[in-house]
């Protein structure tokens, strides 16, 4: 630890680097904090200002005077109970902790992979956060991969638009994650430890610098009595202040993941190295898999003797589907309770504790889909009823927002499901940012733009599909709720003629059947969806055996080529036996891959891949085997929208 007079640590820059020295962090302190990042040499942040404005005029960060500062190399492991990409990670960064007066300190972090800081305020006080600034200045020409948002009131599934920053309006913000193209680097920025705290946001503010913004703590939110008021929530009242905070406690880290290869991003577990630990002891009971899922399909099965919907004979044909093909999970979404506010008891043509009961004659657990806003109004009665019933899990949806009161809702909501050993994913959410690491029953998260808007949209392109592991995905899962049958090609081959059409009872999605296979792979999503209808599932059941023979959580995570927006191919391990999966844009491509991530030994490979005629029709197919080693090189070839997926298993 090292001593020095105010006055000289006033005057110099402290300079913090990577392990790998690539990245480096200098640190200014004058009449405010600022900091820069440089990589390979370059500037890829410029002066960025931070600061907490505690009220009552108490601002950490303006005119700091530092007490002492102590820089330490580290090296952490840990272990996942529920590992999205790497069961084991370990850590190594180089950390600076700045001790000021006022009773607050700053802790820069520097991985090879990226940088994060956050404030600690050690004052035992009460007080509210005024705000959390954050100026960022990325260099000229920066261009931006945008998650436009038009109200904080948000699901935060958006649209990656590719802009300039100079040509981002002045004012207009973006949920997180978001990720800016320097030129010599792309950085993405999000957040990790978001506990008890409102989510982030980033606004233009001038020329090539984002400013951060925060919805402000709620004081009063009634119901949208014009627009389904059960879930829609207008804000009436806001306070001048964004967090209320009881004493000492550490705020979220930020997080820049900084690279010149994209494939970092999509490996990077820095949020996840970040985050708390888990509060939970004994995880045996949490259990990923897969769900077949009713409302993709609108419950539209057929052939059958019995009307199709939200009754007994219909979920006992999903058991039996899952079944039959060992999926884990049937998920009862929205339409099983008595209505979507009385969610203690079930619609007149169910009986959910008996489907629950017949669902575990036949090895399958129930999930149940509830609203937030009733759910948290009686919470521990509510969760202690659904699992009394023996459900596993509960799918909570339309939160929408991202201030204080609702981001420690997440936090609660999973606490009380933990007590009754209930899982949760957290549908119409924020992204990821941490919570799922404290709590490891939150499986899953929505906050993407996924598969289901293919019910009212022609947005969901194999473009947006290789965008979102690289920028959605860096935060952590995703409910992209992939495995659509009916597939589509961008136009019909002859005519040139649109050929998709939005269907919201009988959707289908663009791309070829192996792009949708491989998100099986290339997704990380420990509660997996499986979307379609089991009745077309049972036509399709050479691809469904391909789909559930792929785990929904990882050993080992290696992305052997990458590019945003444009391709992606991706290895993952479980156990012994290697998964490969690809996809690729409307640009038809061929790659070279070698398997040299294998062990010794000779392996069995299964590849599901694009068939020769999949540019004509997408739903074309074909499945092949061959004997592989870590010497071969395999040639994969992508239709356009395609997609290509291996399983490679040791002899």
């Known amino acids: 630890m090292v001593f020095i007079g105010n006055w000289a640590l006033a005057q110099q820059e402290i300079k913090l680097s990577s392990p790998d020295e690539k990245l480096e962090v200098g640190i200014n302190l004058t009449d405010e904090i600022s900091w820069k990042a440089s990589f390979k040499g370059f500037t890829v942040i410029e002066n960025t200002i931070i600061s907490m404005d505690m009220g009552n005029g108490r601002v950490l960060g303006k005119n700091p005077v530092l007490r002492k500062k102590n820089i330490e190399s580290i090296t952490e492991k840990r272990t996942f109970e529920v590992p999205n990409k790497d069961a084991e990670i370990t850590s190594k960064f180089n950390q600076l902790t700045l001790d000021f007066k006022g009773n607050y300190q700053l802790i820069f972090r520097t991985y090879n992979d990226g940088i994060s800081y956050r404030f600690i305020d050690s004052s035992k006080k009460s007080k509210q956060v005024f705000n959390e600034e954050m100026a960022l200045t990325f260099p000229e020409g920066t261009l931006s991969y945008f998650p436009e948002e038009e109200s904080f009131y948000s699901h935060n599934e958006r649209n990656y638009l590719k802009k300039t920053l100079d040509e981002i309006e002045k004012g207009a913000f973006c949920s997180l994650p978001v ?28 020329k090539n610098s984002m400013v951060s913004t925060f919805p402000k ?20 009242k806001e306070a001048d202040y964004i967090a209320k905070i009881d004493g000492k406690r550490s705020f979220p880290w930020r997080v820049f993941i900084i690279s010149d290869d994209d494939r970092t991003f999509v490996e990077s577990n820095l949020v996840a190295s970040l985050a708390d630990k888990s509060r939970i002891t004994d995880t045996n009971w949490i259990k990923p898999g897969q769900v077949a899922w009713d409302w993709y399909n609108a419950n539209n099965i057929y052939g059958v003797d019995f009307e199709a919907g939200l009754n007994m004979e219909t979920y006992k044909y999903y058991i039996d589907f899952a079944s039959k093909n060992d999926i884990e999970y049937v998920i009862l979404d929205e339409g099983w309770t008595k209505s979507t506010t009385e969610i203690m008891d079930d619609n007149e043509f169910l009986d959910v504790p008996e489907l629950i009961q017949y669902a575990k004659s036949k090895n399958v657990e129930i999930i149940l889909w509830v609203l937030w806003k009733p759910l948290y109004e009686n919470p521990d009665e509510i969760l202690k009823l659904y699992s ?25 909501i999973a606490e009380i499901a933990a007590k009754y050993k209930l899982m949760v994913d957290y549908h119409g959410a924020f992204k990821p940012a941490g919570i799922e690491r404290m709590w490891p029953n939150i499986v899953n998260y929505e906050g993407v733009r996924g598969n289901e808007n293919n019910k009212w949209t022609n947005e969901i392109t194999p473009e947006h599909n290789v965008t979102i592991p690289f920028i959605r995905m860096a935060a952590g899962p995703m409910d992209y709720t992939p495995g659509a049958m009916i597939n589509m090609n961008k136009v019909d081959y002859e005519t040139g003629a649109a050929n998709f059409a939005p269907l919201f009872t009988r959707p289908m999605s663009f791309g070829t059947r192996a792009h949708q296979v491989a998100m099986y792979v290339v997704y990380e999503a420990p509660l997996q969806m499986l979307c379609e209808s089991p009745t077309i599932y049972y036509k399709e059941q050479e691809t469904v055996d391909f789909i559930t023979s792929i785990p929904t959580v990882w050993d080992e995570t290696q992305v052997l080529k990458g590019a945003v927006s444009d391709y992606i191919v991706v290895a993952r391990r479980k156990g012994d036996t290697w998964y490969l999966g690809a996809m690729t844009d409307w640009t038809a491509r061929d790659f070279e891959i070698d398997l040299s991530f294998l062990s010794d030994g000779s392996y069995d490979l299964k590849a599901f891949k694009d068939g020769v005629n999949a540019s004509r029709n997408a739903q074309d197919y074909k499945i092949t085997r061959e004997s592989v ?23």
């Open 179 to 206: 990720l800016f193209d320097t030129k010599n680097a792309k950085v993405l920025f999000t957040e990790s430890a978001l506990v008890d705290y409102p989510g982030m946001f980033l606004a233009k503010s001038y």
């Open 217 to 236: 703590y709620v004081l009063k939110a009634v119901p949208n009595q014009e627009s389904y008021p059960d879930r829609n929530q207008i804000i009436e």
């Open 388 to 412: 009394s019933w023996g459900a596993v899990g509960i799918k909570v949806d339309f939160m929408q927002r991202s201030d204080q009161y609702v981001v420690d809702s997440y936090g609660k």
């Open 629 to 651: 080693d870590q010497n071969t090189k395999i040639e994969l070839q992508l239709s356009s929208g395609g997609g290509y997926s291996a399983i490679i298993t040791k002899k």
